[in-house]
């Protein structure tokens, strides 16, 4: 131990454990540790003992209350050496008199070094790096003193630099940081000047030079605009031409329209945007202390057109608060602060081509107390105004990253299926928790605890587990694309299931008691997807096969140090894999490809075939006339250069001038 503060845990039940700290439990004499008795307390000289209760674990803390500080002249209560601690410690927990357990600390503490003379306000100003360099003689390397060979050094004196002067570092090492480089035009540093040299040279300053580049290590400038606010477009009529999949939503104040959503942390981020088209459903937890309020429900919204739309508000009060609210551990006090706040809120989009045709959003208010715990839960929802029945046609025939698979049980007279994983809640027990739906080109794993019993059987235990993972798959089949018809079969492929058990599985039984093999803990969901064509340039994917399979684990029952609870866990969790395969077979490589690789645009930086590929139709970085008018112009010189580096042309010019 060296600091002030250590932690350590306690394992199995604490209740009725007296826990004690004793400090130089070692004889000096002797050496030996001295008889630990049970009659101690939680402090003992500047040592305490703080212990936090938990279900099956106790978190121990023990920590150093005198000053570690080195002592000043005339002081007292600090630390006369910067070895300021040392002494061995011993942590008892005991019952009824009798040791349960023992913790040995040796600590050995070092005073605090912090500075506490004067400062000098003087503060070093460093030049900027871009247009002046940070070390004007990068050879010296030694202060104080002359280093040598080097001519730049302040420190070296006349009589020193005549020992050397002649054998001084060259270049920018040696102080030479602006050397005129090549292409400057007054530089005479080549050996061979082509003759069209002065037709290409560079004139500028040494004050712009590209060895500055050498110590240049800036950072980025910051942006002074508002975080989530783009800037005003200058150009006369409507702000925007329509919204495309993936397009931030905006405000009548071009600010984003931003909603709480989960980062790829897990974490919620309040000020989120709202992607066009993009369906979510997040929760986030929060307490009274963190509750923030969102974005106000009376901003207008920018309709992709340039118009304004309002937001169509329905306020409604939870009923049901257990959903949402988990009660913390800590006890509430006789009067207890309270506070009306968002519980949920749903927002349904009503878009038509590239615009939103209307808003309608539904929030649920409850009562949130200290100590309370809330899952506030923010779905966005977009549906086509041609859609009926709420029944979305999207003109993306595919499916989109991020939406729910669409699935179907064809073999009941209610077609409605689902494809789900678990959304684990409170202290994570499978009796506890939610579904929530796979969503498609999204990896993912969820689980929940099972609790059971010392004594469970283990044929009903693979059951039980079995029937609580066939829970997550209420459908037959699963959707190739995310507008499936039902009446088409056509567009829908069939669940291949990989039972747990069969008749070409031997199965134990299990008789060992707390022991149970070969129960089916983990669900394998591997959904089989491929790019299968694209409209308006987006990527059209498409649901080839879905394969669902179970892999065993063999169940023991775990205790701590002491077995009182008959009650053990049993982790059981579901995994969701997308795995992307070609739609065909790849073209095979032609013989010239594979004899003449360095024509190969995709192996080779240097690409020859797309020489003129900025005069082709497929270059869209300009318009197709100024590329023509670039190139014609580029081929006129190239022209006018080959005709004038040719011997006759010389001739014909000298014959001229005569």
């Known amino acids: 131990m060296s600091g002030p503060r250590a932690d350590s845990f306690f394992l199995g039940n604490s209740s009725g454990v007296n826990f004690s700290i004793i400090v130089s439990p070692i004889d000096e004499e002797t050496g030996k540790l001295q008889l630990a008795n049970c009659s101690g307390s939680k402090r003992a000289g500047d040592w305490n ?102 001519c730049c050094d302040l420190e070296c004196t006349p009589d020193l630099k005549q020992l050397f002067n002649e054998s001084c570092f060259t270049g920018v090492f040696g102080g030479d940081v602006n050397p005129p480089f090549d292409q400057l035009c007054s530089s005479q540093s080549m050996e061979y000047t082509p003759d069209w040299f002065p037709f290409l040279c560079v004139q500028s300053s040494l004050n712009n030079t590209p060895f500055l580049g050498y110590f240049y290590r800036g950072s980025i400038s910051t942006h002074r605009l508002p975080p989530f606010k783009i800037p005003l477009q200058t150009s006369p ?73 309002q937001q169509n508000v329905i306020y409604r009060t939870i009923t049901d608060m257990g959903k949402f609210i988990t009660e913390s551990e800590s006890l509430h006090t006789a009067e207890v602060l309270c506070q009306n706040v968002t519980f949920a809120e749903h927002y349904t989009f009503i878009w038509k081509e590239k615009n939103i045709e209307r808003i309608n959003v539904t929030v649920f ?78 990896d993912s794993l969820s689980g929940c605890i099972l609790e059971v019993d010392i004594n469970e059987d283990c044929s009903l235990l693979r059951g039980d587990v079995t029937e609580k993972l066939n829970s997550l798959i209420q459908a037959t089949h699963v959707g190739k694309r995310d507008n499936a018809s039902y009446s088409d079969l056509n567009d829908w492929v069939e669940i291949i299931r990989l039972d747990p058990f069969n008749s070409d599985t031997n199965v134990s039984s299990g008789n060992i008691k ?125 022209l006018l250069a080959a005709i004038m580096s040719n011997p006759w042309f010389s001739k014909l010019w000298n014959s001229s001038l005569v």
């Not at 979510?280 to 920018?302: M, Q, W």
């Open 49 to 150: 003992l703080n212990i936090t209760p938990g279900m099956n674990t106790s978190k121990v803390t023990i920590s150093l209350t005198r000053n570690l500080q080195l002592c000043l002249p005339n002081a007292t209560d600090c630390c006369a050496t910067p070895l300021c601690l040392v002494e061995t410690l011993q942590v008892l927990a005991c019952r009824d008199s009798v040791m349960l357990a023992h913790l040995l600390i040796q600590a050995e503490i070092y005073a605090n070094s912090s500075f506490t003379g004067n400062v000098s306000e003087n503060a070093t100003i460093i030049p900027n790096q871009v247009f002046q360099p940070l070390g004007s003689c990068p050879c010296d390397l030694t202060a104080g003193a002359c280093d040598v060979r080097c």
């Open 237 to 309: 009529g409507k702000l925007f031409t329509g919204y495309r999949q993936g397009d931030p939503i905006m405000t009548e104040e071009n600010e984003y329209f931003t909603i709480p959503q989960q980062s790829m942390a897990g974490q919620c981020v309040g000020n989120a945007p709202v992607a066009y088209l993009q369906n979510f459903d997040v929760k986030c937890l929060t307490s009274l202390a963190s509750y923030k309020e969102g974005l106000p429900h009376d901003v207008r919204i920018n309709s992709g057109t340039g118009d304004f739309i």
């Open 365 to 442: 208010l409850g009562s949130l107390c200290d100590g309370e715990i809330l899952t506030q839960r923010f779905t966005v929802k977009f549906l086509s105004l041609e859609s009926t029945n709420a029944a979305e046609l999207f003109g993306n025939p595919g499916y989109q990253v991020g939406k729910p698979v669409k699935t179907a049980n064809l073999n009941a007279s209610d077609t409605f299926g689902s494809l789900n994983i678990w959304q684990p809640a409170g202290r994570g027990l499978c009796t506890s928790a939610t579904y929530t739906p796979v969503l498609f080109g999204l």
């Open 514 to 638: 707390g022991i149970c093999p070969d129960i089916p803990a983990n669900l394998n969901i591997r959904i089989i997807f491929a790019d299968v064509g694209a409209v308006q340039g987006i990527p059209q994917q498409e649901i080839l096969a879905v394969h669902i399979s179970y892999s065993t684990v063999i169940w023991q029952f775990q205790c701590g140090l002491i077995c009182e609870n008959s009650i053990s866990f049993l982790p059981v969790t579901a995994s969701v894999q997308f795995v992307k395969v070609p739609a065909q077979p790849p073209i095979p490589m032609t013989r010239f490809q594979i004899n003449y690789t360095e024509f190969d645009c995709n192996r080779n930086d240097v690409c020859w075939p797309q020489l003129f590929y900025p005069l082709t139709r497929f270059y869209t970085g300009e318009p197709y006339s100024q590329c023509l008018a670039k190139g014609l112009s580029l081929a006129f010189l190239i």
